[in-house]
């Protein structure tokens, strides 16, 4: 161990405040407070939402501070961590507490060129922030994009996700005009060779249904663009299924869209409307998985499902299997309704995932917090995503 160890007191305290602070710092604010509007889905019943004692406690507190987010270039650590090295590997690693921040939710982080940059939406528009380390990433970054008002797309930023596409960059988001219905995917492309510049909209991205969107991806697969979402299949907000298109540039679908997944199984069943959402892509030594959200985002039980493409055409439904159980689902007294996934790298090579939870059981969208957890893969290339964990030891460098 080193000097930097953090003592157990210490990090008991770390945690009790992270239990505070996740009650009160909040993506789903009132619109009263500050013009934001809660996600799309409705609450089943009563009893799942969180009581409005909280709720109360929250808006009043956020209501206080009405401050735009900073923006710093780049974000560091605000506390000391225990570090260790396995002399086997020369691997320096830092015991990370989850979460490693508290108030986010739909976390999209890439790495680029030494650092980490995190995608999230702001207001009605995007900003990214920048770190060293994957978890450092905190939502104190830069503003790339501000809607304009009185457009189709002017408020409602949900689940914005950072590309690198063909030699430039691209931000994927949904976006409406205040009405739900009325969400739609959007794309912006970036102004300069960095992800921290500003960018400008190019438009909606959509096949020719034109039905709601949101929680859009890009899938790169020999040679070919493919554009990956969450909709409706009709007008209604009955169910959201997972959605894939060809694309003949990062800007435009050229094909009908072809379902790929719907929400059958008890365990994608939990608060209606039935969810899958959050498609994000893993490729692994020649494989291709398709890791997707389950259930009501403000349950206890969202979780993670997966889809293997076992063909060589992702536009076929038959050549995706899914897995009858999800690989990645809440541990009672640690993480509740873990999902909306996307996927780094550590320098030692390792996959991370970079998911949103909560630490308390039944605070839905007001309690989300972004955690990470790392991948492995058995023999057969399969990932294995175990299970949410409140400490994780993160490689944060390797010793020559």
Known sequence: ????????????????????????????????????????????????????????????????????????????????????????TGTVYEIVSNPIHNGGGDPWVVAWEGSYYYCYSAGNGVSVARATSLHTLQPKGTKVYSAPANTAYSKEYWAPELHYIRGEWYIYVAADDG?????????????????????????????????????????????????????????????QNIYIAHMSDPCTIDSE?????????????????YVNEGPTVLQHEGKTFLVYSASGSWTDHYCLGMLTLTGDDPMNPDHWQKESEPVFRM???????????????????????????????????????????PVTFDEDGKPDFGKPEAEVRFPVAIKP
Request: aromatic content about 8%; overall charge negative; proline content about 5%.
């Open 257 to 273: 869209r072809v379902c790929i997944s719907v929400p059958e199984f008890g365990w994608e069943k939990h608060g209606r409307p």
């Open 331 to 373: 541990e009672e007294g640690v993480c509740y309704g873990p999902g909306h996934s996307s996927f780094s790298t550590a320098v030692d090579g390792s996959v991370w995932m970079i998911y949103h939870g909560n630490l308390v059981s039944g605070s839905g969208w007001n309690g989300r917090s972004v955690w990470i957890s």
């Open 1 to 88: 161990m080193t000097e930097n160890m953090v003592t157990g007191d210490t990090y008991m305290n770390h945690k009790r405040i992270a239990l505070l602070v996740s009650m009160l710092l909040l993506v789903g604010v009132s619109a009263s407070c500050r013009g934001a509007t809660s996600p799309n889905t409705p609450y089943e019943s009563e009893g799942e939402k969180p009581t409005e004692a909280t709720n109360d406690m929250i808006r009043e507190t956020l209501c206080a501070t009405t401050e735009e987010v900073d923006t710093h270039p780049v974000t560091e650590p605000v506390t000391e961590m225990e570090t260790f090295i396995d002399e086997a």
């Open 179 to 239: 009405d739900n219905e009325n969400h739609r995917m959007y794309v912006l492309k970036g102004t300069a060779q960095h992800p921290s510049a500003p960018y400008k909209m190019v438009g909606q991205i959509t096949d020719p249904s034109g039905k709601w969107a949101i929680d859009g991806t890009v899938m790169e697969l020999g040679g070919e663009l493919y554009f990956i979402w969450s909709g409706w299949e009709g007008d209604t907000n009955v169910a």
